[in-house]
């Protein structure tokens, strides 16, 4: 189904549920033509199953940093031991990510905002873990001789929300449409906000790495290329009992030419918002 025709179907199943039922709620959703904007809520008529829980890693890295392959070696080996359900970010920070000359920069603005917000970080390769503090920690941000261990304490933990990612792109605008449906499973009763990310993989940079080796063909995977929220997330703001169902879309237009759609993903995540902000699910999809 053409993603417009999928928009303006959420927006009339909304309505239904709200003309059957005075206890069913619907938001403001505004049709435009040639771009389509949507805040729509309202309570599902069925709960769905909870998915299983998936731990997000956000990495803070560079390219000159020479540690830091280590780090990419790592979050390989955990992708290949939890599959989908672990889902790593990799945010060239400016720290030790000054490009080489010829290559593409791969530090952003939103990149930094996220160290900012989840740092301060004192070294490269570091990390935050589902953005949880845990236990005996100060920060949520630690180096990658504990990623593992709490990837594993996270991967047992349950969730009580369903995240769905949609996604069309046009080959002739460059256009990214996405619709992200977060239904509650189960009631959440501290603020939640959510945050929307582009990536890309397959990238080719020089990297430096130990022994202070130059790779001039190194691959980078993971590389934050945009938020298509706030870097503090949008604010959902609506009561979060079970069957509870928030649907947000987002339009991006015209993507760099120098990014390859085939290798871009769209990372959605819920999360906690205040003094605490542990990411309560994420998922993950192709762009094409």
Same mark, same amino acid.
């Given at each position: 189904?053409?993603?417009?025709?999928?928009?303006?179907?959420?927006?009339?199943?909304?309505?239904?549920?709200?003309?059957?039922?005075?206890?069913?709620?619907?938001?403001?959703?505004?049709?435009?033509?040639?771009?389509?904007?949507?805040?729509? @809520?309202?309570?599902? +008529?069925?709960? /769905?199953?909870?998915?299983? $829980?998936?731990?997000? =890693?956000?990495?803070?890295? *560079?390219?000159?940093?020479?540690?830091?392959?280590?780090?990419?070696?790592?979050?390989?080996?955990?992708?290949?031991?939890?599959?989908?359900?672990?889902?790593?970010?990799?945010?060239?920070?400016?720290?030790?990510?000054?490009?080489?000359?010829?290559?593409?920069?791969?530090?952003?603005?939103?990149?930094?905002?996220?160290?900012?917000?989840?740092?301060?970080?004192?070294?490269?390769?570091?990390?935050?873990?589902?953005?949880?503090?845990?236990?005996?920690?100060?920060?949520?941000?630690?180096?990658?001789?504990?990623?593992?261990?709490?990837?594993?304490?996270?991967?047992?933990?349950?969730?009580?929300?369903?995240?769905?990612?949609?996604?069309?792109?046009?080959?002739?605008?460059?256009?990214?449409?996405?619709?992200? @449906?977060?239904?509650? +499973?189960?009631? /959440?009763?501290?603020?939640? $906000?959510?945050?929307? =990310?582009?990536?890309?993989? *397959?990238?080719?940079?020089?990297?430096?790495?130990?022994?202070?080796?130059?790779?001039?063909?190194?691959?980078?995977?993971?590389?934050?290329?945009?938020?298509?929220?706030?870097?503090?997330?949008?604010?959902?703001?609506?009561?979060?009992?079970?069957?509870?169902?928030?649907?947000?879309?987002?339009?991006?237009?015209?993507?760099?030419?120098?990014?390859?759609?085939?290798?871009?993903?769209?990372?959605?995540?819920?999360?906690?918002?205040?003094?605490?902000?542990?990411?309560?699910?994420?998922?993950?999809?192709?762009?094409?």
């Amino acid at each position: 189904m053409h993603l417009q025709n999928r928009i303006r179907l959420l927006i009339a199943l909304a309505s239904t549920l709200l003309y059957f039922n005075s206890c069913k709620e619907v938001g403001p959703a505004i049709d435009l033509t040639g771009e389509t904007t949507t805040d729509t @809520t309202y309570i599902a +008529t069925q709960i /769905e199953t909870p998915q299983d $829980k998936n731990v997000l =890693l956000e990495e803070f890295t *560079g390219v000159r940093c020479v540690n830091c392959p280590q780090g990419h070696e790592l979050l390989d080996n955990l992708e290949n031991q939890h599959g989908e359900r672990f889902i790593a970010v990799s945010d060239h920070s400016e720290f030790l990510a000054d490009p080489y000359d010829g290559d593409q920069d791969l530090r952003t603005d939103d990149a930094q905002a996220f160290e900012d917000l989840l740092g301060p970080i004192s070294a490269k390769p570091s990390a935050a873990v589902d953005r949880k503090l845990f236990s005996g920690e100060t920060s949520l941000v630690y180096f990658t001789q504990k990623w593992a261990n709490y990837v594993n304490q996270q991967i047992s933990q349950t969730t009580p929300v369903n995240i769905h990612i949609e996604t069309a792109f046009s080959n002739n605008t460059r256009n990214l449409d996405v619709i992200i @449906t977060v239904h509650y +499973t189960s009631e /959440e009763l501290q603020d939640n $906000k959510l945050t929307v =990310l582009l990536l890309e993989d *397959g990238i080719i940079t020089a990297q430096i790495g130990q022994g202070s080796v130059l790779d001039t063909a190194y691959n980078q995977n993971r590389v934050l290329r945009q938020s298509l929220t706030s870097t503090n997330g949008l604010a959902l703001n609506t009561t979060k009992e079970a069957g509870r169902v928030i649907v947000k879309s987002f339009t991006v237009e015209n993507l760099p030419l120098l990014w390859n759609a085939d290798e871009l993903r769209v990372i959605a995540l819920v999360h906690r918002s205040g003094s605490a902000m542990d990411v309560l699910q994420a998922v993950q999809r192709d762009v094409n």
